[in-house]
């Protein structure tokens, strides 16, 4: 088994003859739960699902798990189980024996999927990635990783081209009976980060507005403006300011919209990131276009650090990383914490007020 690439796997879906495992992982999230969610499809019929499918939204006992994927599947061929985020780093070495030892005897009767779409793939190449994890963190998931990669097939799901990403714009847009030109498809996508996730819900927010016809800039400019990212952006903005107040207002805002805490929590998060490798490159003395290549932002991506450059200007090193830590600790919460997700981005956006208090 080993790494195989997103056409490989949607042959290998079409063919039925399904993988014992399956690692999905990458930058695209919506990608990754869109073939977890397949797979699924692909190895259990929806009316045989309450007898031959689980799902883990933590990280299982080995044993647990094994001993679901060893029962005979009901009227099915496949016994399927989905665990979301498994996190090596939360379980000790005896229990990352258990599972490697789960891993090599998978039945020919089972499928495990194991979707990693809130974990940062550049763990697995032992990488301190985009939040800075501990040693614990990537030697675990690197462990994971090779282990895994054993009897799974491995896939990653990296962001999309901009021409790849406007075809996706085009399909949907024409799926729901709209029109849109090239270049508002580009604006759209820019728009929302190349995020297949947030252009889901503007295409279908632009689609119901327009019922049919075509999509216009003035359409995008009228409506897009309330998207998360734009949210997150004057969120940002008010924290660089220093305006308390009107940062829970637009907080409070983004959840009266109906977005997800991750979701808020990884365009924020991402943002910060993007600033802060602004920040490392102007001191280089690099142009945006440089700092983008020697961070991997190819594609549309790469403009997310020439829009970074101006405002990173005007803040400090030291408070950028300052912030980080933040989002370092509110991901760690957010993923394995029972707590409530708004409490913790509310306390998540008070800390970082402090934060510009005390470096004016």
Same mark, same amino acid.
């Given at each position: ?34 073939? #977890? ?87 697995? #190449? ?53 029109? %849109? ?32 016809? /075509? ?25 660089? /300011? ?6 829970? /207002? ?18 924020? #998060? ?66 394995? #914490?029972?707590?409530?997700?708004? %409490? ?17």
């Amino acid at each position: 088994m080993g790494a195989i690439t997103e056409t490989q796997l949607k042959n290998e879906l079409k063919s039925g003859n399904l993988s014992r495992i399956y690692f999905l992982y990458g930058e695209e999230d919506f990608l990754v739960k869109t073939y #977890s969610e397949r797979i699924v499809d692909a190895a259990v019929a929806k009316d045989m699902r309450d007898m031959n499918f689980a799902k883990f939204t933590e990280t299982p006992r080995a044993a647990v798990l094994a001993d679901y994927l060893d029962e005979m599947p009901v009227f099915a061929d496949y016994k399927c189980a989905l665990v979301m985020n498994l996190e090596f780093d939360k379980i000790d070495a005896a229990e990352q024996k258990k599972y490697a030892e789960l891993f090599k005897n998978i039945p020919e009767t089972a499928v495990l999927i194991i979707d990693q779409r809130r974990i940062d793939p550049a763990l697995y #190449s032992g990488k301190k990635g985009k939040d800075k994890h501990s040693d614990k963190e990537i030697n675990a998931a690197k462990k994971l990783f090779e282990t895994v990669g054993k009897y799974a097939q491995l896939c990653e799901f990296k962001y999309l081209s901009m021409n790849r990403v406007c075809t996706q714009i085009r399909r949907r847009v024409e799926r729901a009976g709209c029109t %849109i030109a090239d270049e508002n498809a580009s604006v759209l996508a820019e728009e929302c980060g190349m995020s297949l996730t947030l252009l889901g819900n503007e295409i279908d927010k632009l689609c119901s507005y327009k019922q049919s016809g /075509e999509i216009t800039k003035s359409d995008i400019d009228m409506l897009v403006p309330k998207r998360a990212d734009a949210g997150i952006f004057t969120l940002s903005d008010a924290l660089f /300011e220093g305006d308390t107040q009107k940062a829970f /207002e637009i907080l409070d805002e983004l959840f009266a919209q109906q977005f997800e805490e991750h979701e808020i929590f990884g365009v924020l #998060s991402g943002y910060f990131v993007n600033l802060y490798r602004a920040k490392l490159g102007m001191a280089a003395g690099k142009s945006w276009s440089e700092t983008a290549q020697a961070f991997g932002y190819f594609g549309g991506k790469s403009y997310s650090l020439k829009f970074a450059y101006p405002k990173a200007s005007k803040l400090s090193v030291r408070y950028l990383g300052d912030c980080l830590t933040v989002m370092y600790k509110t991901n760690k919460l957010l993923n394995s #914490s029972k707590m409530d997700g708004r %409490i913790i981005l509310e306390s998540a956006v008070a800390e970082l007020s402090m934060i510009k208090r005390t470096d004016d």
